[in-house]
């Protein structure tokens, strides 16, 4: 199940996610930001009435095709837009001045090059790196919940990955942060994501299991990296029989994270 969401999440990071936006899902930040906008889809494009969703797609059409541009050259680099769209539907429509302010540059520079692309299957197997390993990538995808909400929309990989490594409480901790608010306590939004991409994975992945016993999986990976700690490389390191180590540890990691 390790192997398939990894390589699953990884793979979707690829795609453009800017072609599949509604146009009212960004806006332009200010009325400077689409001032300037307007600008310079006058001088780059042949539409001068340039929307936000536009100005992300132009740019990361610009950057996917030439990844050696330097940020001088990337269009609307600094221009700053805003995400407005839902990720619960449940919850009361947000402000524009609710939301985080982000740079279109920001944005697309998170995205390419992939940031995941050498997250190797066993990247948490037992070893001296291994919580160096889980914080690096952790940090990533708390990074995307500022500059790139989009990509935690239910029914994504990116979420069910999110959900697996860093955790519920933390995932709607960070949407807050940024003034993205999701329904908590009974039924909360993260429940029923987690519900859905289950069922999503059940139908995708070539999984003969149970989908009860794909979700036991799942919780298991969950508790997993919850309770990684810097201390428990340490002392595994320290332990001073390396072959009773594995066996204890390294053996039920490797079941659970090779699958």
Not at 31 to 38: H, I, P, V
Not at 106 to 134: C, E, G, H, W
Not at 207 to 227: C, G, M, P, V
Request: charged residues 30%; proline residues 2%.
């Amino acid at each position: 199940m390790w192997c398939a969401i990894r390589r699953d999440a990884i793979r979707e990071l690829e795609k453009n996610w800017f072609a599949e936006l509604e146009d009212d899902d960004f806006l332009f930040t200010s009325e400077f930001d689409k001032a300037r906008g307007q600008l310079l889809a006058g001088i780059d494009t042949d539409n001068s009435s340039i929307t936000a969703v536009q100005a992300l797609r132009y740019t990361w059409d610009l950057v996917n095709n030439n990844p050696n541009l330097t940020d001088t050259e990337k269009s609307f680099e600094d221009v700053k837009v805003t995400y407005m769209a839902q990720l619960d539907h449940s919850t009361r429509k947000i402000k524009l001045n609710d939301r985080q302010k982000v740079r279109i540059g920001s944005i697309v520079s998170f995205l390419i090059p992939n940031p995941l692309s050498q997250l190797d299957t066993m990247a948490f197997i037992r070893n001296k790196d291994m919580y160096k390993n889980y914080t690096k990538r952790t940090n990533v995808i708390r990074s995307f919940v500022r500059t790139a909400t989009f990509l935690f929309r239910t029914g994504t990989w990116m979420q069910l990955f999110a959900l697996m490594l860093i955790g519920a409480e933390l995932l709607q901790n960070d949407l807050k942060s940024v003034g993205i608010e999701v329904k908590t306590g009974d039924s909360s939004w993260t429940d029923r994501a987690c519900e859905y991409d289950m069922h999503m994975y059940y139908e995708r992945i070539v999984d003969n299991r149970a989908i009860h016993d794909i979700q036991e999986t799942f919780l298991e990976l969950r508790k997993f990296f919850r309770e990684l700690r810097p201390e428990a490389a340490e002392h595994n390191e320290a332990e001073s029989d390396p072959e009773e180590r594995d066996q204890r540890s390294g053996k039920k990691d490797l079941n659970l994270l090779e699958v």
